[in-house]
């Protein structure tokens, strides 16, 4: 059974900062491009970014030089470092795996950037 649990989420001032981690089980891990996505209120889901097997990484232009992502295979995990978040970063943040086979989501875990 595959699961993608992401953790990290809250309420946090503009400007601040918070990671997002996401554990993955019952994939083979190292195979899977990692992303993770948003989606705000009354919003389709966006791209946030993407982290290939390779640690290529792709962003969105809105949070190009303030968000990182990262991979450790090791732990089976991805992570988003999140720095100088605005207002609109405000979203349910989805953990994403693919893979040429198929493709898996988490159930979210609510950013709130709001003074």
């Known amino acids: 059974q595959v699961q993608l649990v992401e953790s990290g989420g809250g309420l946090v001032q503009p400007g601040g900062s918070l990671r997002l981690s996401c554990a993955a089980s019952?994939?083979?891990?190292?195979?899977?491009?990692m992303g993770w996505y948003r989606q705000a209120p009354g919003k389709q889901r966006e791209l946030v970014a993407t982290?290939?097997?390779?640690?290529?990484?792709n962003y969105a232009d809105s949070v190009k030089g303030r968000f990182t992502i990262s991979r450790d295979n090791a732990k089976n995990s991805v992570y988003l470092q999140m720095n100088s978040l605005k207002p609109e970063d405000t979203a349910v943040y989805y953990c994403?795996?693919?893979?040429?086979?198929?493709?898996?989501w988490g159930q979210g875990t609510q950013v709130t950037v709001s003074s």
């Open positions: 982290i290939t097997s390779q640690s290529n990484t």
């Open positions: 994403h795996a693919q893979r040429h086979i198929g493709d898996y």
């Open positions: 019952g994939i083979t891990f190292i195979f899977y491009t």
